[in-house]
């Protein structure tokens, strides 16, 4: 009986291997302090790289850029007013200026990309899913607000100034403050176009909820106003709402988004 029961339980093991448990995959060591140095002096390494690229690149543009893109909204929206070069080095100063501007805009998904990559290493498995497409989304949105601020902003204003005042005082605008201008415009509106993508970032991993932007609604308002006051080089109200008032529109359309984020979620966990 004995020697019966052992070759059949040899049988049914050479049957039935016993299952061995997966081997997971080891996991990366973790960087120490000095190693997170070393990986973000390469990521601006990498980042600088290429705003310098973009920068060769648009210098053979640099009239082109000046005349066509940076002048051109004051000789529409002004044609008779005259811009000014008050200092021995302005129009070298100004040529920089547009260069290295244009360079970062063309290099900012570079930039962006570099950002992401040093910072998903740190991030959950659930918050590296929700901001998987972080380089396009933010270079979208970044892209769309510098549009929005060259085609609408930028007009906008200059009209108005162009037309307030008398006609016995002639128009003649310092070319440095000009482009103090032009690019504080310019750039204020493609960060402030980032809100509906960091909306969406928070709330897919659950750190904001519509509720509660809902709730500080009245808030957001009062700060909003007071960044525009702010980041906008002039001081009157014109200017300010001109800024403010896209960024309040932003707010609602995050709102929103962050809403139908959380819809979603429940949609998910109700399944």
């Not at 040529?95 to 910072?119: D, E, K, N, R, T």
């Not at 396009?136 to 970044?142: A, T």
């Amino acid at each position: 009986m004995s020697t019966d029961f052992d070759t059949e339980r040899v049988a049914q093991e050479r049957s039935f291997p016993a299952l061995k448990a997966p081997e997971l995959p080891e996991e990366p060591p973790e960087m120490g302090f000095i190693d997170h140095l070393e990986e973000l002096r390469w990521r601006l390494v990498k980042g600088f790289a290429a705003v310098i690229v973009a920068t060769i690149g648009c210098a053979f543009f640099s009239d082109f850029i000046i005349e066509k893109i940076l002048i051109a909204p004051i000789r529409v929206a002004s044609p008779n007013a005259k811009l000014q070069n008050l200092v021995p080095y302005g129009q070298l100063s100004l040529y920089l200026q547009a260069v290295v501007f244009s360079a970062v805009i063309i290099a900012f998904p570079v930039i962006a990309y570099q950002i992401w990559q040093f910072v998903r290493p740190g991030l959950m498995p659930k918050e590296r899913k929700a901001s998987r497409f972080f380089v396009l989304f933010v270079s979208l949105c970044f892209f769309a607000g510098i549009a929005f601020g060259y085609f609408v902003f930028l007009p906008i204003s200059l009209r108005f100034f162009a037309s307030f005042g008398t006609a016995l005082i002639e128009n003649n605008i310092a070319i440095g403050d000009y482009v103090s201008f032009f690019l504080s415009t310019v750039f204020t509106a493609g960060l402030v176009f980032e809100l509906p993508m960091l909306s969406y970032v928070l709330s897919k991993i659950g750190f904001l909820t519509p509720a509660f932007m809902r709730h500080y609604r009245r808030h957001s308002i009062v700060a909003i106003f007071l960044l525009s006051a702010i980041i906008t080089p002039s001081t009157d109200m014109v200017t300010q709402a001109v800024i403010a008032v896209p960024m309040l529109l932003l707010y609602e359309v995050s709102i929103w988004i962050s809403g139908a984020v959380q819809k979603r979620r429940e949609q998910e966990e109700a399944l």
